[in-house]
């Protein structure tokens, strides 16, 4: 990620939070990762006009106080915020909450592995799509894909 604009990091899990870090490291991504622990925190992060806007929000859907589609509904019917692409991390891989987080305008969904391999390779497709036109465009136009 060339950008320099920080990845706003939403999770609520230490270890997994340290595996996002450690993989976005591992892809040589060098923008400052700004970390909350739930969708109630973020906002508080992205409405603070002393913050940049992340270039980047990388979420787990089920996080305490606010979940992950909440988060979503709030931040796509704001035009300030709509147009920061999301991508998001979540254990299940259950249609109805794809089809949700699509609608919601992600612009991906990634099903957590447990294999450490396996999640850098879920983050290099990322990778691959932010360097990518399509990713430039307009992210909320197409479905999500899950990985």
Do not use: H
């Not at 739930?38 to 859907?61: F, K, T, V």
């Not at 305490?64 to 299940?92: Q, Y």
């Amino acid at each position: 990620m060339a950008d320099k604009q920080p990845v706003l990091l939403i999770e609520d899990d230490r270890v997994d939070a340290m595996t996002v870090r450690r993989a976005l490291r591992e892809l040589g991504a060098t923008n400052q990762v700004i970390q909350t622990t739930n969708g109630e925190q973020a906002l508080e992060y992205l409405r603070n006009q002393d913050n940049q806007l992340p270039c980047l929000i990388l979420m787990d859907l089920n996080t305490p106080r606010m979940t992950g589609m909440e988060f979503l509904r709030i931040i796509a019917a704001d035009e300030s915020f709509r147009n920061i692409p999301v991508v998001v991390m979540s254990t299940s891989n259950e249609p109805r909450e794809v089809d949700e987080i699509s609608r919601l305008g992600a612009c991906r969904y990634i099903v957590k592995s447990v294999d450490y391999r396996q999640f850098v390779e879920e983050f290099r497709a990322i990778e691959q799509l932010w360097n990518s036109a399509e990713f430039a465009a307009d992210t909320s136009s197409g479905p999500v894909k899950p990985y």
